[in-house]
Each structure stands twice: as C-alpha cells, then as structure tokens.
C-alpha cells in the first residue's frame, strides 16, 4: 500500500509544475541556492496565492484525514472506504473555476496522504482511485483541468511511515522523545527530487524532505511567523476551523480571517495557501465557496498590492504590513478605526500618497516619521494607503515598526 517516493512520481513526471513531498517531520531551514533557483521560483513568488485540496477515502467518514490514525482502525477495515469511494459530482473543471474566482494562481492536491491511498494509477499498489469503486486516476484528470484553466499545477505525496515521530510495537504509537529512531532506512529524497529535476527542470519543491529545497513551509495559522526576505516560504492553512480534510458542518474563516492571513504572509514575505476538503463525491462545500469568491472579488479590487509584490520595507508591526512593487508601497493598515497613521521615516521622497479603498490621503514626511490622515474610508480589516515614491522601493532596508506597547496609531 505504499510505494518509495521516487517510483511514486514517475507516472506523470511531464505533468507536474510544483511539487510537494512530505516526510512529515523532516523540515529544513536554508533553501536551494543553484544558479537557476531565482528565476524557478519567480513565478510562484509573484502567484501569491494557492489552493490546497486534502480529498481521499478520509472524506467517506468525514472526521479529517488522519481518521485512521486518530482511532486506530485496521488496515483491513480501513481498506474497505475504497469499495465506496465513487465520486460522481468529481470535477476538476469546476476546481479550477473555483481557484481562478478566488484569485488563485496555483493549485496543489494531495496525490496520496497518510493513509497510503493514491488518487492516481499507482501500478504498485492495490490501495488506490483506480483500483476503488471509481476507476478513475483523478490525479490526471486535475492535471488536465488545471493546466487548461491557465493554473500552476501542485502535487502533495506522503508515504505513511513517519519513523520519526512514530513506532511500531502492537501497533502504531507516538515515539517517546526519549526514544530516537535507531535505524538506517532511507527515502532517498536527494535521488527522487534530483530525478524529478532531470524530467521536469522547472519543478519546484519545499522542505519537507531530506533533499535541497526551493521553499520552506509554515503550516497552520499559529505559524505565521516573522518576516523573512532571505528565503522563498508559504504559510499553508485551512479555509475552516478543524482538519484539512473533509467535515460536514465544518466552521468556515470569516473573510475577514482569510484577507488577515493572505495579507499577514504577502506582508511577510511569502505566499498562503489556502486549504480545502471537498466532499466524498467531489463537491467543494458551497459555503466554502461562496467565501472564496468574496476572497477573488477582494483581490480583484485591491490585488496589485498583493500580486508581483515583496513584503516590505515596512516591518510588520502594531499598524499591520506592508508591501511594494516597484516604486510604490502599500500599507495594509489592519487596525484602522483612527484616521491618523505615525509611521518611521522613509529614506526617499514620497511623491504622493493614496487610498485604495477610496476618499483622500494627506501625507505628511518629516525627518523622523511619516504622518499618514485618512480623510475618506477605512476598512476594520485592512486599509491599504499607496505611497508613490522617488526611488525603487527595493532599494530600502527593512524599517522596523512599533510593536505591542508602543503602538503609534493615533486619533
């Protein structure tokens, strides 16, 4: 029911742009430095924003992928989900309008997870989408689907063994920390992410495996993180509170939540990618939808201070982020129920000054700060005020800002 990581991708090697692997504990801390890595990750680093997808047999039960392990259920019995496993609403077009309505720009499902089950013609394996009720490879079906709609295509595989955080003794168990795993087994990650290379030069691929990375990856909302310009790096979370995979009635983020994450990495920095679980038969949740199309009609308004953007020069700080491209900075004021601003001084001229969110913005530059009044609209969860600058906002070094305890956000 599991195969090496290396035999595992070789069925599509041609059709996969963006790859994760997991071993699920194995995370590094420095990424890839060959000659061509920057302009590898250039388009990722501009995309922003992606859609995540954790759908699988999991989904049957509905109480999240790690179901098996959660409650210990025999491999055996377990087995059984894929007998039902017959998604007749499954279709990957309408994933891929989903993606492009929330403004996505790059998609990534779970090829296989924990449970060892492939959505994909695993010729290996018994466990799998094809050899189920459905007979179906919906990994080449998603491929298909995605690339069509003019989407970065993403794939996520695990193989379940996790040596490291577990142990087998009358059964899968946590390993106690005390305890190291002692062995010598290997997944030959630096062979199976250096084979994918060779097949597909473009692939990238994140940390969580033994081999070089492209990017590091933050999981969970609590991993937001500090600012980090040095390394290419994506927070992966959910859309709802609770598992990644499949849960009816599951509590979706209030737009609000979801623009504070997308804007908290962006400003940061990095990317989001935002996580879904659609049903047994295919379907993403309506509800979950529906959000992710206020999400797509958010950026269509004030995308271009997300888009091609780097975080910065602002530092994240009391006032909320800030980004910029070019010549222009956006600030991503995230607590603006005042009107007045009180920001560091900038080392250039500002031209001019903006809101994107409508009425006018007066811009005050002195030589310790820069005074920001809103004399129009502000947002309760992010206002963005655009500065014009006289020189590339790349050129500035990060300017730290007030942080809990000096906040200089003013009536």
């Known amino acids: 029911m599991k195969k090496n990581a290396t035999s595992a991708w070789f069925p599509w090697p041609a059709l996969i742009a963006l790859c994760m692997t997991s071993v699920a504990w194995a995370q590094q801390q420095s990424t890839i430095s060959d000659d061509a890595a920057a302009s590898r990750i250039a388009w990722w680093r501009d995309a922003k924003f992606g859609l995540f997808m954790h759908w699988g047999v999991y989904s049957i039960p509905g109480r999240g ?13 377990y087995a059984k989900l894929a007998t039902q496993f017959n998604p007749d609403k499954f279709d990957p077009d309408a994933w891929a309008v989903i993606a492009k309505t929330a403004g996505m720009k790059y998609t990534v499902l779970t090829a ?3 449970d060892g089950f492939a959505l994909f013609d695993d010729p290996g394996s018994d466990f799998t989408a094809m050899k189920s009720a459905a007979h179906r490879d919906f990994v080449a079906e998603y491929v298909t689907a995605v690339r069509k709609a003019g989407l970065h295509v993403g794939l996520y595989y695990v193989d379940w063994l996790g040596f490291n955080g577990v142990a087998f003794k009358d ?19 630096d062979q199976a992410v250096g084979d994918l290379r060779k097949l597909q030069p473009s692939i990238i691929t994140n940390d969580r495996t ?34 990644w995979g499949y849960q009816p009635n599951a509590k979706v983020k209030s737009l609000n939540e979801v623009i504070r ?8 920095d990095g990317n989001l990618l935002l996580n879904v679980g659609p049903r047994p038969d295919g379907r993403i949740a309506p509800e979950q939808v529906e959000r992710l199309r206020e999400v797509g009609d958010w950026l269509r308004r004030y995308g271009q201070s997300i888009y091609a953007t780097r975080g910065g020069p602002y530092l994240p700080g009391d006032f909320g982020v800030s980004t910029y491209h070019d010549r222009t900075v956006y600030l991503h004021v995230l607590n603006a129920t005042d009107k007045r601003l009180s920001l560091p001084a900038l080392p250039t001229k500002i031209l001019s ?9 007066a811009c005050k530059q002195a030589s310790n700060s820069v005074e920001i009044t809103l004399n129009g609209n502000a947002d309760a969860g992010d206002t963005i005020i655009a500065l014009t600058l006289a020189s590339p906002a790349v050129e500035l070094k990060p300017i730290t800002t007030p942080v809990a305890g000096r906040a200089e956000l003013v009536r």
């Open 261 to 268: 994450l997308l804007v908290g990495a962006v400003g940061r």
């Open 65 to 77: 992928e790690w179901v098996q392990w959660n409650e210990q259920i025999p491999v055996n019995e």
């Open 353 to 361: 000054c903006s809101s994107l969110m409508g009425g006018s913005v």
């Open 210 to 243: 033994d081999a070089p990375a492209d990017f590091l990856s933050r999981e969970g909302d609590h991993a937001m993180g500090n600012f980090d310009s040095q390394h290419p790096w994506e927070l992966c979370t959910t859309l709802t509170t609770g598992a």
């Open 171 to 189: 059964g899968w168990h946590a390993r106690p920390k005390d305890q190291h795993y002692a062995g010598a087994f290997t997944w030959q990650d």
């Open 112 to 114: 296989r997870h924990h």
